[in-house]
């Protein structure tokens, strides 16, 4: 059956407020008429439980069903706190359009912040509840008309709570200043029976039906305590919070001891959020006048501790309790003791003057922090501290001002010089990578450190810029002067190789220093020394052969024979004071050929003598 009048209900309008001005319009004697001829139960659950059937049955748009189903669902979740037994109204509000607000459904609601009047729920001519079921949502059951109602004046306390409740902003109007815009109002509720049903610290708390109340009256005398909690904000509210610390039991040891279920429950609600304001007045009052413990969890802010428990210390420090126990012993740190408990004992340090030791503890750094800014394995680190190129304190973990065994600014002004240290021309060669610079592929750690600190001064450069210095690319030869003991026994010494080939120890050094012989300088006990790689004399053997050898090989004197090759080609020796050339070398190539040469000519020899005999053999015959 459709109905005769339709209208869209308001944005702000009760769900069943709507239904009820409906079935007026339509000349029904009520709203369960209404629900009769929608064929529901004669119940509100009936008509605002079906929106599909609502629509159908009574020529609706779905749209504005869903809507009032959905405005119901959100009152549900109220429970106790959701006026449904009788209205309360603000006749100026009626008056100016008359429809029932949703918001003044809520039983925490007994203002209209629009007029800044107290909701009726009451008759002033019956002295009779505004019911229900009431025909005209105008009237009252005697006929009295609402807007002509008089409202007293309400409180900025209830003008508060109501322009939360019903999301419109009261506090520029009330003057009162925690401006929690944007709260839950579920959260905003709970906060509120806290506040208002454990107001008292003195006294036993109210009933707990009492946060329930049933009528405006009933509402304004629970939400009292508000308006001595909230004005003026904050002087007021922190004053409250004093003198409830001043009454709790004078052996609490704990926040929570002393303050009770109060503030467990003001801790639950407000947390976080901006209802955090209610709970940041108690933990700063609490961190600078409480004589207890106050930990962490008992305040919004590091800042808002004047003492802080040992463990909460250590851990905000990244440091151990016992480190932190030596410190205190060591008079580092301020401290003071409190009791915990009956027979505990509970140690507290200043909190500045662990702020002052975490900024000294930020000047180190870790060994694995280290090691990755500098992209190096620990043994390099290690050969870098004992080269002088950074600073480091294995020993930190019993010093509470450091964080780490590596100075960072150290670790960066390394970082800095060893980049900056690059060759301005790259040469070709085999090259090692600074973060290869161990005693497992090198063999000397004393060595390492020298070659790290001529590294740092420049001596040795890489080749180009990298990423990271773990990175930088180093000249193997460069590397290799400074490792005696591992190319000395790959090689051979000046020494070594006389012995071995009997070539005099001025010629070797004459060859080396012409370049004709190949060979590492490096530092052995800390002397010069020369070392040739076995390849590097194979080389020289392949090229060239010494005069002194090449007589003995055809049984001649080294001068006669110098004599008669000269016209080949050799090169010279080294001059003695007396005149003599030692060392003299010719190229094997110059007596390859020469061999050659003479195999030629022996060949033709053979040729004519083999020829000229079988011609006289023919002549004879």
Known sequence: MELTYLFEPKADESPLGYYRRLSAVNALTGWKELAVMAEVSPSRTGLLGTPDHIATMLGMPREWTDRLAQQEQGLRTLRSLHRSSRDAVCPQCLAQEMYLRIGWEHVYVTACTQHGGRLVDRCSACDAPLDLQRGKIGQCGCGQELVHLACQPASDAELWLSGLLTHVDATAATGIAPNVTGADPQAVTLLVKTLCQRANAHGAPPRRNAAGPKSVAEAVEFLAPLQSLLCPWPQAYEA??????????????????????????????????????????????????????????????????????????????????????????????????????????????????????????????????????????????????????????????????????????????????????????????????????????????????????????????????????????????????????????????????????????????????QGLLQSYSIVLRGQPCRVVMPAQLLEFNRTYMAINDLAKL??????????????????????????????????????????????????????DGRAGRTWRRNDGS
């Open 240 to 513: 409250y919070v004093r003198s409830r610390m001043a009454a709790g039991p004078d052996n609490a040891r704990t926040l929570r001891a002393l303050l009770g279920l109060w503030y467990q429950q003001l801790r639950e609600v407000a947390a976080d959020g901006p209802l955090h304001v209610f709970l940041a007045p108690v933990q700063r009052i609490a961190a600078t006048e409480f004589d207890g413990v106050v930990g962490l969890e008992d305040v919004d802010s590091w800042e808002d501790l004047r003492y802080v428990r040992l463990g909460d210390a250590a851990h905000h420090g990244q440091m151990t309790v016992p480190t932190l126990r030596r410190a205190i012993a060591a008079s580092q740190v301020e401290h003071r003791t409190r009791r915990l408990g009956t027979k505990g004992k509970v140690y507290e340090v200043l909190r500045t003057d662990l702020d002052r030791i975490v900024e000294l503890r930020r000047g180190w750094m870790t060994e694995s922090a280290a090691g990755k800014a500098l992209d190096v394995p620990p043994k390099v680190l290690t050969n870098m501290a004992a080269a002088g190129l950074v600073e480091a304190d294995y020993d930190w973990a019993k010093d509470v001002l450091k964080g780490g065994p590596f100075r960072i600014s150290a670790v960066d002004r390394a970082q800095t010089t060893l980049m900056a240290n690059v060759a301005t021309s790259p040469s070709g060669g085999e090259r090692i990578a600074f973060q290869d610079l161990t005693s497992r592929r090198l063999g000397d750690n004393t060595a390492i450190q020298t070659l790290m600190r001529a590294i740092h001064a420049g001596e040795v450069q890489a080749q180009e810029p990298a990423a990271a210095v773990g990175q930088l690319q180093y000249l193997l030869a460069d590397v290799r002067r400074f490792f005696g003991t591992p190319l000395l026994e790959a090689g051979l010494s000046i020494n070594q190789l006389t012995k071995l080939t009997g070539w005099k120890h001025e010629s070797i050094d004459h060859w080396i220093e």
């Open 554 to 607: 055809v049984g001649a004197k080294a001068w006669n024979l110098t004599k008669r090759i000269t016209p080949i080609g050799i090169i010279p020796g080294k001059v003695n004071g007396r005149g003599w050339q030692r060392g003299a070398l010719i190229r094997m190539s110059d007596v390859a050929e020469m061999a050659v040469k003479a195999a030629n000519v022996g060949a033709l020899g053979l040729r």
